[in-house]
């Protein structure tokens, strides 16, 4: 980093609270549609929610609005309590 650079950069907040007021996170369901439009149209559904689970599940502890993402993933990987969509004509 340049010395200019440091004039103007933020020291990053150590604390989680501090952190979710300055930039909290996006509405879960926002993220899952950005995620779903995203995921290319050969590409299929229910792999690509996997490999995002495994990332979401990768992450030591998980902030509330996380886990409901992860339970739209699971939705669509068709692993968990709620039923697998028909799938579209």
């Known amino acids: 980093m340049k010395k200019d650079d440091a004039a103007v950069a933020l020291p990053r907040p150590r604390d989680r609270q501090a952190a979710a007021k300055i930039s909290p996170l996006p509405p879960p369901e ?40 992860r339970a739209l993933l699971v939705a669509v990987a068709g692993k968990g309590s709620w039923p697998k969509p028909a799938a579209s004509l």
């Open 30 to 69: 926002e993220v899952f549609v950005d995620w779903l439009m995203s995921v290319p149209p050969d590409a299929c559904l229910e792999d690509e929610a996997r490999r995002q689970i495994e990332l979401i599940d990768s992450r030591p502890t998980l902030h509330p609005d996380v886990r409901c993402l």
